[in-house]
């Protein structure tokens, strides 16, 4: 069985690469995956999967920092222009770009690998040093690019969805391929949650290529996910004429600064790491009016959701106060968020074990990141349930930078950078080892 799935993935392995790349060339960032998403469903259907898409999957009301409505429906149409799938794509209009495939052979446990779909709303290095510049997959959608290998993972979604396909006579149990839009900015995972998609998944795996790390460099378990809060903050003031009368304005622009400077001299926490950060600040309308708008985009993040909740509420009220202290009106808007999680040890370690089987890796030593992931949520809805969930690392840097040999770090094209590029032998790696990780669960 083993010989079996390299030659399988081997085959595939072209299939990928023109997956990963088309993908790339055709990037959309969270809740605009229109086109990604319905290709997806497409070829799982084809593969005989039972597809879930759009609504089915997604609940309106947990979608995190959606785009405006007509922001969503130019990218319909656009992804309607660029070969989208029609069928699926009615399911999906308006940004419920999920999608879930199942594989239902038997009885037996239920195994979840999530794969996240969307780019960065950011442009691409047009660099003719960049890769997907000289070999013509750099995106063509204007501030969408991949970045984080997002397009990866869609595609080592699709060749583990074949592989287990071609393997399921050997399957007791059920597969769940869950394609989730929206990752950045942590909005997406919540809304498949609460539509219940991790409801009956026993087994979650979740795969994230990294440079810096070199093919073969694994972490099985990774975990230390900040949990954190993003919010946007509106200050609404009143205006009045600069020179002739400013004791009629209540000075917006005033109450944000105030409020930025003091949300960065909220108290550290004697338990944890604590983050905060305001990303953008836009304030008034003219030179001589009192500015009666200003709007900050921030975030708070905690070592855990205690820790995060303490930096949440204590920003609240460093806002309450500013806002008060200037007279304004206040509203605060979430835009994203996901809780802290751990991956269960059990399933990193079979996971690890696995990848021994298989040989050509290294494991790597458990680092805490700091940074936040939305599979959190889905972990924490599965180890609720008493099942285990494990979220992976895996090496992909173009260049073979080691994690050991970081010194050169300019060699690295880090994530979210407009250079970001992967060595793509790591999809057929990712589809083998998830493949023979699934087979350890629900093979017979
Ligand atoms: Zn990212
Ligand atoms: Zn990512």
């Given at each position: 069985m083993t010989e079996s799935t390299k030659a399988i993935v081997a085959k595939i392995e072209a299939q990928l690469i023109a997956d990963r790349r088309d993908f790339h060339r055709y990037a959309e960032s969270g809740w605009e995956e229109f086109r990604t998403a319905s290709l997806v469903a497409r070829r799982l259907s084809d593969l005989g999967y039972q597809v879930l898409a759009g609504r089915q999957v997604i609940r309106d009301e947990d979608r995190m920092g959606l785009p405006p409505a007509e922001v969503l429906e130019a990218s319909w149409q656009r992804a309607v222009a660029q070969g989208g799938d029609r069928e699926y794509l009615d399911l999906l209009r308006g940004g419920f770009t999920g999608v879930v495939g199942i594989l239902d052979h038997g009885t037996g446990p239920t195994v979840g690998v999530r794969c996240d779909m969307d780019s960065l709303a950011m442009a691409e290095s047009q660099s003719e040093a960049h890769r997907p510049v000289q070999e013509g997959f750099v995106s063509v959608n204007e501030n969408a690019a991949h970045t984080c290998g997002h397009d990866a993972h869609t595609a080592l979604g699709l060749g583990l969805a074949r592989v287990l396909m071609t393997l399921?006579?050997?399957?007791q149990g059920r597969v769940k391929l869950i394609f989730q839009p929206a990752e950045e900015g942590v909005r997406g995972a919540k809304s498949m949650v609460s539509a219940g998609v991790l409801d009956d998944v026993d087994y979650l795996l979740g795969l994230h290529v990294f440079t810096g790390w070199t093919l073969?460099?694994?972490?099985?378990g990774m975990g230390g996910f900040a949990a954190t809060e993003k919010f946007d903050v509106l200050f609404t003031g009143v205006p009045a004429h600069a020179g002739g009368n400013p004791q009629e304005g209540q000075n917006a622009l005033l109450a944000a600064a105030v409020a930025v400077l003091n949300l960065y001299a909220i108290s550290r926490h004697g338990d944890g790491a604590t983050r905060v950060n305001v990303g953008q600040m836009q304030a008034g309308i003219?030179?001589?009016?009192?500015?009666?708008h200003a709007q900050l985009v921030a975030e708070t993040r905690g070592a855990n959701s205690e820790l995060s909740r303490y930096m949440h509420d204590q920003a609240v009220r460093v806002l309450e106060a500013a806002a008060e202290m200037y007279g304004c009106d206040l509203e605060i808007r979430p835009m994203g968020g996901a809780p802290s999680a751990e991956s269960d040890d059990q399933l990193a370690g079979r996971v690890a074990r696995v990848a021994g089987e298989m040989g050509g890796f290294r494991i790597l030593e458990p680092t805490e990141s700091g940074g936040s992931e939305d599979l959190a949520y889905m972990m924490q809805r599965v180890q609720e349930r008493g099942g285990q969930a494990t979220s992976i690392g895996l090496g992909a840097d173009l260049y073979g930078i080691s994690q050991d040999a970081r010194?050169?770090?300019?060699?690295v094209l880090n994530a979210?950078?407009?250079e970001f590029d992967i060595d793509e032998r790591a999809l057929g790696v990712a589809v083998e080892l998830l493949t023979r990780v699934v087979l350890d669960i629900v093979g017979v």
């Open positions: 399921k006579s050997s399957i073969g460099e694994i972490h099985p003219s030179r001589n009016v009192i500015p009666p010194v050169g770090r300019d060699a979210h950078t407009p």
